[in-house]
């Protein structure tokens, strides 16, 4: 009986033994429950979102895991629920990002996958495209393609008869029909896209202008630039395209120096068709933190480019097809320039634009240079009279009553005046330097009207149809070409070799503003050394305060100020003797 008893013992025992195994194992089974990932896509703004987590044990037994250095992810559990709250701020920072946020409770584990879009919509490589009135295609690239999906591209009504569109992954080929009218032709082309992260309906336009047909097909030549930076192209007396050489610089689309051509009707510089026929120096870094420029090796003459006058930036570039600079360019009509011979086309002259300023004995002439939309003298002035305002009046010295601020001198002579070799040669080579009250002819600030900072002074001085920059148009300036050193030309005139910049910086005067190492009077007999690597500095009109006048030198514009008493370099800004248009 005994000996049953005990066997009844150990087979219970081991029944028990066996049972604690079989939970144990099914535990430890359990404890590695992966709920299926959740998904949360946002748009660039800051928002939340309310989620409903499938685990049974409440937030208040949660444990939450997401990578410290996202801090523009976060998230709020909600007490005594399966509940939480994820959070993102607004992103500006150019970019889609992506995070996750894992919640353990107990033996689950719920991972939530994060995706936030970037700021904007659909960047097209142009959103105004010119063609020309003959047959032809024009391509327009999607730049941020990957970030899209379900691509749509219309063009209005009305236009189907001369327009096609054929859409090919991140490309958008224009196809226009020639254009028999003697008047041009538009069309509004809507791209729609959806943000792949955000899903949201994003729209962009394109607005395309065919040139009108009937006109005069011109060839033109290259001129060498050597006397101008802008030459006009002529018909006899009628102008009828400009070409300059110039720095082209916009972030992320060109950073180079080109030879450009624009079309030129009724004396009115189209600066939203130019043709950009040869690329002299590029800079593949178009973040522009690099300053080296180099004859370019791949196919990109015969691109186009545009101006936003209004803010003196590039509004639509793309880059070109040539292997070879456009040395000839066929013009058929107001858009379409290009190498392609056009039968019938009409020869032109070409000749510099020169300011021609003619006061009192003196003759003076002056180069051109444009910079973005903006046009500057591209030399120092150089003049002893007054323009009309005040009737060609000669500007006195002012050396007799006050040797501390003469009215303008020559680079070590406080007599503007003197006729001494050394003084020629140095107002050839500098111009003269001028006081802030000589803008305007002025005796003192109450006289010129001037008290506040930022008020402006009269200019009677520069010559008919330029004017003396504001600040405001000086730092528009300075947004464009990105860094002031962009305007110097410092050479050792004993040598001709270039003292600044350093060694491996190819960007000196990449502008053609030529800014010469002048100087400035300090002092009446104190100049700024030529060593200096600021090396030149211009006035501007706008006042700082009642003693310092706002100036541009060859590292900033100075909106700090700078004393009126002395002597500085004037560069005067086009107003009215080039009319301009981007429309």
Not at 296 to 318: C, E, L, M, R
Not at 327 to 346: L, N, Q, R, T
Request: proline fraction near 4%; hydrophobic fraction near 35%.
């Amino acid at each position: 009986m005994k000996k049953h008893m005990l066997k009844l013992m150990i087979l219970f025992l081991c029944g028990l033994t066996v049972m604690s195994c079989k939970k144990e194992s099914d535990l430890s089974n359990a404890d590695e429950i992966q709920l299926d990932d959740i998904s949360l896509n946002f748009n660039n703004g800051a928002q939340s979102q309310l989620l409903e987590i499938p685990i049974k044990e409440k937030s208040n037994d949660w444990h939450i895991y997401s990578p410290s250095q996202d801090t523009w992810l976060t998230q709020e559990i909600i007490p005594g629920r399966s509940s939480i709250y994820v959070y993102v701020d607004g992103n500006t920072s150019g970019e889609a990002r992506s995070s996750y946020i894992v919640i353990r409770s107990k033996n689950y584990t719920q991972k939530i996958n994060v995706q936030q879009d970037s700021e904007g919509g659909i960047n097209l490589s142009q959103t105004y495209v010119p063609v020309r009135y003959l047959n032809s295609t024009s391509t327009v690239s999607i730049n941020n393609y990957d970030e899209l999906t379900d691509i749509s591209v219309s063009a209005e009504e009305g236009t189907q008869d001369w327009l096609s569109i054929l859409t090919e992954n991140d490309k958008i080929n224009l196809n226009v029909k020639i254009n028999d009218l003697t008047s041009a032709r538009e069309a509004l082309i809507t791209v729609t896209a959806k943000r792949k992260i955000s899903g949201e309906t994003v729209t962009s336009f394109i607005n395309l202008y065919q040139g009108r047909g009937g006109m005069t097909p011109y060839v033109i030549d290259i001129p060498d630039f050597s006397t101008s930076n802008v030459y006009k192209v002529m018909d006899g007396t009628k102008q009828v395209a400009q070409i300059t050489k110039e720095f082209l610089r916009s972030v992320g689309l060109v950073n180079a120096q080109a030879i450009v051509i624009y079309p030129v009707e009724n004396d009115i510089v189209a600066l939203n068709k130019g043709y950009v026929a040869q690329i002299i120096l590029e800079n593949k870094d178009l973040t522009d933190a690099t300053f080296t420029y180099q004859t370019p090796i791949t196919a990109i003459h015969g691109g186009t480019v545009s101006f936003d006058i209004a803010n003196n930036k590039i509004s639509g570039y793309v880059a070109g097809t040539e292997a070879n600079p456009v040395a000839k360019v066929y013009m058929p009509g107001d858009v379409g320039m290009g190498p392609e011979e056009v039968p019938g086309s009409k020869t032109t002259t070409v000749e510099p634009h020169l300011i021609v300023d003619v006061r009192g004995t003196e003759r003076n002439e002056y180069p051109i240079v444009k910079i973005g939309a903006q046009y500057w003298m591209g030399k120092n002035l150089n003049t002893v009279y007054y323009n009309s305002n005040k009737s060609f009046a000669a500007i006195p010295t002012n050396i007799m009553s006050n040797t501390q601020v003469p009215n303008y001198s020559v680079y070590t002579f406080v007599n503007g005046a003197s006729t001494d070799p050394n003084a020629l040669l140095y107002r050839e080579r500098y111009g003269l330097y001028y006081s802030y009250l000589t803008i305007g002819g002025f005796a003192d600030n109450a006289q010129a009207g001037v008290s506040a900072e930022n008020d402006v002074i009269a200019d009677n001085i520069s010559p008919q149809g330029w004017i003396v920059p504001s600040v405001e148009e000086a730092l528009s300036l300075k947004a464009y070409i990105g860094t002031m050193a962009r305007l110097r030309k410092f050479i050792d005139y004993s040598t001709g070799q270039q003292i600044y910049p350093v060694a491996g910086r190819t960007d000196d005067n990449i502008t053609g503003f030529a800014a010469p190492n002048g100087s400035y009077r300090n002092g009446n007999t104190s100049w700024a050394g030529l060593g200096n690597p600021n090396g030149a500095w211009y006035l501007t009109r706008s006042l700082k305060d009642a003693n310092n006048v706002k100036i541009i030198h060859m590292n900033d514009v100075l909106n700090g100020g700078s004393a009126m008493t002395r002597n500085y370099s004037i560069r005067s800004l086009n107003t009215t003797s080039i009319q301009t248009s981007d429309n």
